[in-house]
């Protein structure tokens, strides 16, 4: 049933190349988005859809993300084989798959009890094993900190501190922060205890729901 075939492969490829051109070079990515079938996480009727470098309606009025800013996110968690990831938002599970492609150790948390029940038990079935939360991850993990890196998958209209005092000493938080339309991609470093922050362009993500997150 879930097939991956020459076909896919080709498109998948493609997709890679279309990424490069769009600014994506580290090596890791790239080689993740090729070996993740994104066309496992739509329906069969919807498969043309599936390696174009656009985001697509995944049900509960959420999406699973561009791929350009899955890659651009990865890219500038700047993961290292064994690095202890939280995601906040899992929605379709895709993200995740890519952080494990790249080697680190996935913990990501779904606000939205059908998603996480959803994913929890499709992901496996495909060979990907994160570690599910449901949860609010406005307020990040606690149970499970420090991590490494940590990476926001919803716009956010602040810093939720909660999550940059979940970072460990030279760990990096990726959040897209703004208004409910459009966000600026920021980037945190931890470094001697201190923050440091760099902006980047401009995204449009889903609401980050919760305690320190937008009223649903
Ligand atoms: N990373 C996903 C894209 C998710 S879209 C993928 O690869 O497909 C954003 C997701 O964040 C949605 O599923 C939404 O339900 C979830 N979300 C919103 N607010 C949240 C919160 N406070 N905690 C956890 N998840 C949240």
Redesign the pocket.
Known sequence: MLEDNYKQRGLRNKLVKNLQKKGISDPVVLDAIGKVPRHF?FENALLEHAYQDKAFP?G?G????QPYT?AFQSEKLEIRPGDKVL??????????C?LLAMGARVY?????RK?YETTRDFLPLIGFRPYFFH?????GLPAKAPFNKIIV??GAPIIPSALTDQLAEGGILIIPVGDRESQKMVRIRKRDGRLFKEEFANFA?????????WKA
């Open positions: 996480f995944i509960e959420q999406t699973i993300s899955v995601e906040i938002g899992t929605g379709s599970g895709y993200q995740a890519i990501t948390i779904e606000y939205n998603l949860g609010d991850g406005s307020k998958t919803a993500f889903v609401p980050l729901l919760g305690e320190q997150g």
